[in-house]
Structure formats: C-alpha cells, structure tokens
C-alpha cells in the first residue's frame, strides 16, 4: 500500500470505529501530536487516547481531501468532524451529548508501511463554544 492509502485506510477505521484495525496501521513509535495538550509517544500512549477519545466524544468525518507531497512519506487530511460529546473530558465543558460539526485537519506521515506521525488541527475555542451553546 502507498502512504496515501494507509492514511486513508486508516480514516476508514476511524469512521467505523475499527480501533484494533487503526492500531494496527500505527508504527509502534508513533508521535502523536494533539491540538492541544502533550505529544505522545508510541503506541501505548496512543492507545490509551483512543480509548479516552472513545468513551467522550462519538466522531464521524466526512468532506475528506487528502493531499500527498512529491516523496509520498506525508500526507495532509483535510475534513469535517461531525460529533457528539458523551462524556465530559477535564477541563472542558460538562457533556450532555451535544452534537458539533468542526472543520478540522491533520498531517501524517509514513515510514516502513505504518503511521510514525500524527499531528491534529482544529479550533479548540469554536468547539468549545460549539459545546457550551448547547
């Protein structure tokens, strides 16, 4: 598979909530940098975020673009988080199962045929409104 099809393997995952088969695209020294907070480092760590992700928020993304760069080792997502927030997460606002729709991005990037960088994009104060509205 080329980059650009393991990140888009990988999304698929994600939209069907396939967690094993996410991790299993994921180097197991993944950088996973956050739109806030601390990066995390290896696939532990990354797990547990999925798991946590998991049990607050309900995802689904959809007006998804990919782009590649000429080597083909990165590739950017462009797309829509359609959401709902389940559980509160600390520091934000209480959840009620608020639903949110956020234009969001990501970049990643591929060695030895898995996901060794993820980095998120979104804006942190229009889903916080998003939320608190609700």
Known sequence: MTSLEIVQKYYKCFNEQDWKGMLALVHTDVRH???QGEVRTGI???TEFLQ???EAYEEKLTDMVFFTEPSG???AAEF???GIYKK???GFPPARNQKYVLPA???LEVKEGKISRVTTYYNLPLWTSLV???
């Open 52 to 54: 946590m992700m998991d």
């Open 132 to 134: 608190s509205e609700q």
């Open 33 to 35: 940098e956050p739109n």
């Open 73 to 75: 080792s990165r590739v």
């Open 105 to 107: 991005a990501a970049f």
């Open 88 to 90: 509160a997460d600390e």
């Open 80 to 82: 829509t988080v359609n």
């Open 44 to 46: 532990t760590k990354f």
